[in-house]
């Protein structure tokens, strides 16, 4: 399978030579990367770009909604940035804007109920697709999977918390 990024052709065992990691870094780095493929085919077939479906990701995950300042921290963009992307994805009628609930002088951005129902049509193969791929494991195999995921991102968030740190002298 070839890298959506760079195109350059994927396999799903690991190169000859050095290592870092053991096979199962290597079997999640490809889940990753596939991740990666499928969140870019979705912007493209949303006709939206890679930050635009990011932050509609966040926004799902989100029932009150988050703020432009919020959306900017969590994509690692400039305020005036996450303003651009937040009329962009308005204007196309993928969000809304409002008051936040409590302090008027914030704005909560939400995906509208059609963006929501376009990307859960869009995804719902791909989701049915691991389900499948899930229901070929016995109960005690799912969860060992289930816990193993729950973990590798519990210890992937930590990290990258840590390379957000700035670094002790």
Known sequence: MADAATGAERTSTPPEGPQIGGPASWALRQVLLANRDAELA???????GPNDVTAMEHLLAAPDGLGPIDIAHRLGIRSASATVLVDRLQEAG?????PHHTDRRR????????ARDEIIAALTPLIGAVENAASALSEDELATVVNFLNQAAAHIKEQAERLESPPRR
């Open 94 to 98: 993928h969000v809304t804007r409002a």
């Open 42 to 48: 979705l912007a493209r077939h949303l006709g939206l």
């Open 107 to 114: 704005t909560v951005v939400k995906p509208t109920p059609r």
